[in-house]
């Protein structure tokens, strides 16, 4: 079982070019924002819920969609990477946050099951990170972690590391692979969200 779970959703979303951000985007046309998808999947798995935000057209667009009550965290020092935004909300108290689901926002093909098979490996290793693995690497925004590693990102952050692998050094890892590549696959690009609807049979 993990205390918390966060969506990061202050990305800048510069490769998206005329698409805008990609955090907005819906799922499917006309349907819930991905960002939105992301955080009902958390809500699912997590009794508490914080959203990790920068601009505020996030929130809006979000928040309608939201069944539960969601812990909006605006990032005042905005744009300084996932490991920095994670830092500042672990900061707070790591032993009140941890275990720790961390979901990025651009999660389309993100699901309960997915989730709970990382949580479940977490539990079951007692590893201190739990993350998704795809195309042969470490997913460390798709993860669980306990108390050791929240501490780990939260140090790391107050030193001005950038790499939130490097935080996680000498630490116990196991990783989760799915059949599904969109189970953790992210939307970076354009193309991405394309390939996604496409998968969909909505393009």
């Known amino acids: 079982m993990v205390k918390w779970a966060v969506v990061l959703a202050g990305g800048a979303s510069r490769r998206m070019g ?3 951000n990609k955090l907005v985007l819906p799922r ?12 009902r999947v958390a ?6 819920v914080a959203v990790l ?25 905005c744009y300084q990477g996932p490991l920095a ?18 979901l990025a926002g651009d999660l389309p093909g993100i699901s309960e099951h997915a989730v709970r098979a990382l949580v479940d490996a977490f539990t079951r290793t007692g590893a201190e990170v739990a993350a998704a693995e795809r195309e042969g690497r470490m997913q460390p925004l798709v993860a669980v972690y306990a108390e050791r590693a929240v501490r780990a990102i939260a140090d790391a952050a107050a030193r001005g590391e ?33 390939a996604w609807l496409e998968r969909e049979g909505m393009a």
């Open 85 to 102: 935004a994670l830092g500042r909300f672990a900061a707070r108290e790591p032993s009140d946050v941890s275990p720790l689901l961390v």
């Open 28 to 39: 499917e046309p006309g349907g819930i924002p991905m960002a939105g998808h992301v955080a």
């Open 18 to 20: 005329e698409r805008g």
């Open 162 to 194: 950038k790499r939130i692998l490097t935080a996680l050094e000498g630490l116990s890892i196991c990783t989760v692979t799915f059949d599904d590549v969109w189970a953790v696959r992210p939307v970076h690009r354009p193309e991405d969200y394309e």
């Open 43 to 48: 809500e699912k798995v997590a009794p508490r």
């Open 53 to 77: 935000y920068v601009d505020e057209s996030v929130r809006s667009a979000v928040e309608p969609w939201m069944t539960g009550e969601i812990a909006w965290v605006r990032d005042g020092e």
